[in-house]
């Protein structure tokens, strides 16, 4: 009976936290597994694994040239050939989580063909039973890949991530740029309604004021009264035009703005202006903002501006973002714009792809252990991206610091047994 593979452990994963973790106060406790190299498995003429009971044995194989996956066995008896019909065969593989395919054979040519296709991963507990002029044969070896084991108090420290497979809506956007504006309707210029003569101007440049609150005072010319002049909105002094003793002239004397509302005027380009229509959503982000913020597009210009853009117009309330100091009228922002939804039945998030061979992956986790699933990938949109095979809904897997899970398999160096 050929020995077991030895499990693929933490171990490996040392190497990553020296060089990637510091931890003070986090207290890192390692499993102790088996360090040495595994032994490589004994091969037969067709590259395949020998399996051996006394005289009797299998060269076992997985054969994908010009097929799916399947396993092929050819069987010698004291190191002659054995006709395959002679013997019955039957392998299950176990994988992770417990699930068990059932593998049966038919003779063909000087070997048997499995009946079923070895999907991806190629990782499992290879039970083989044979039986051949009335004696019974078994062996089980493990043939692991992708797979490693970590702690639940490594894996907490590591920070390492998981979310459920599941439904998902892909918002497709575009990329645009843009400044903030003060909204029209939050803005308040204050001139005398007479003629007159500036008695006393009574707030500052940049000074918050409350509606209601005085302004101005005028002495009319007409009249030689004094009349005052009140804040009309809540708002901060923008711009100040007036000292005591100055002629009004019909000019603007203050200007208040308030912030509560602004508008974004971003910059769309030919090649996506059919895609923008008024209602869409736009998550807007300025320079050290902590998050984006909501805006929806309530105009859209029918002029080309000189760079053959157009100005698209989009609303945010701005009570949040203002007191947290994240946007002010002036502010240069980048944008998405959602210009189309997609639900999907199975998704993923982009922050929990990686490559491993020739695909792009996931590592699931079930108990303490994490294996490779192998996707097959449709649409992509902001954070997520479709799963049209290679993973089921409901399935637990990493979606932050996936590459610790990585890094670890890869300096396990499991590979295929085919």
Excluded at 196 to 225: F, P
């Amino acid at each position: 009976m050929t020995k077991s593979l030895p499990n693929i452990g933490i171990s490996s994963l040392l190497c990553v936290l020296i060089s990637i973790f510091s931890y003070s106060n986090v207290a890192l406790s390692f499993e102790n597994p088996d360090t040495q190299q595994a032994e490589e498995p004994e091969k037969g003429p067709h590259r395949g694994r020998l399996l051996k009971d006394d005289n009797f044995a299998l060269e076992l194989a997985i054969f994908e040239t010009g097929v799916p996956p399947e396993f092929r066995v050819w069987i010698t008896d004291e190191g002659q050939p054995v006709k395959p019909s002679d013997v019955s065969l039957n392998i299950t593989l176990t994988r992770l989580g417990g699930v068990e395919d059932n593998i049966k054979f038919k003779p063909q040519g000087d070997f048997l063909r499995g009946d079923t296709v070895i999907y991806e991963p190629h990782s499992f507990v290879v039970t083989v039973t044979a039986d051949y002029q009335g004696k019974s044969h078994r062996w089980q070896y493990d043939n692991f890949e992708g797979r490693t084991l970590i702690e639940a108090e490594v894996a907490k420290a590591l920070e390492i991530g998981t979310s459920i497979a599941g439904s998902a809506t892909l918002k497709e956007s575009i990329a645009v740029f843009g400044k903030l504006n003060t909204h029209p309707e939050y803005r308040r210029d204050i001139s005398a309604r007479f003629a007159g003569t500036v008695k006393s101007v009574d707030v500052a440049l940049g000074q918050r004021v409350n509606k209601g609150q005085s302004l101005l005072t005028i002495i009319s010319n007409e009249t030689l009264k004094a009349y005052t002049l009140f804040a009309p909105i809540d708002g901060v002094v923008v711009s100040r035009q007036a000292n005591p003793g100055e002629q009004t002239h019909a000019r603007v004397l203050l200007s208040i703005s308030n912030n509560t509302a602004l508008v974004a005027e971003l910059a769309v380009f030919a090649a996506d202006r059919h895609r923008v229509s008024l209602g869409q959503t736009v998550r807007l982000s300025a320079k050290g903002s902590k998050q984006p913020v909501i805006a929806v597009i309530k105009q859209i210009d029918h002029r080309l501006q000189p760079n053959q853009s157009v100005i698209v117009r989009a609303e945010l309330s701005n009570n949040k973002a203002q007191q947290a100091g994240q946007f002010v009228a002036g502010s240069f922002v980048k944008a998405e714009i959602e210009v189309a939804e997609h639900p999907v039945s199975l998704a993923v998030k982009r922050s929990g792809l990686q490559a491993f061979r020739d695909f792009t992956v996931v590592f699931v986790k079930i108990g303490n252990q994490y294996e490779v699933r192998m996707l097959d990938l449709g649409r992509e949109a902001g954070e997520w991206v479709e799963v049209l095979g290679g993973l089921k809904s409901g399935a637990e897997y990493v979606s932050e610091n996936s590459y610790i899970i990585k890094a670890d398999i890869e300096k396990s160096g499991a590979s295929h047994d085919h």
